[in-house]
């Protein structure tokens, strides 16, 4: 058998009709479902987490959490504010600190 398991529960994940250590009779349908749940989570959830399957030891995939960097920083532009708002580096294209009236240059409203 085959086991999809989320890494973590976050809110959305706890209130949503999702299960977790859901298990499969088959490796393919165990990657399919980890993968389509993953990408459902991502469209429907509210967006503070990103999610996406992995292969994990054994017979386990598992449906990993990351903090979505663009809903942390308020930035529309996908760039999270470490590498791209307030940036500073000069080789950076977002260290353009008057475009857009922003710090970053991205037009994201950081300051």
């Given amino acids: ?3 999809v398991q989320m890494e973590q529960e976050c809110e959305c994940f ?5 299960s977790n250590n859901n298990t499969f ?4 349908d165990a ?11 991502n469209e429907e959830f509210c967006g503070q987490h990103t ?10 995939f598992v449906i990993r959490v990351a903090i979505n960097a663009t809903a942390v920083s308020g ?3 996908g760039v999270s504010c470490d590498v791209g708002c307030g940036s500073t580096d000069d080789w950076s294209l ?3 600190a008057d475009a857009n009236n922003d710090s970053c240059g991205t037009g994201c409203g950081c300051s």
């Fill in 14 to 18: 706890k209130k949503s009709e999702y």
């Fill in 31 to 41: 990657y399919n479902y980890s993968n389509i749940v993953a990408e459902l989570m």
């Fill in 1 to 3: 058998m085959y086991t």
């Fill in 75 to 77: 930035c529309s532009t």
């Fill in 94 to 96: 977002e260290s353009t």
């Fill in 51 to 60: 999610f996406y399957s992995q292969r994990a030891e054994g017979d386990n």
């Fill in 25 to 28: 009779k088959t490796q393919q």
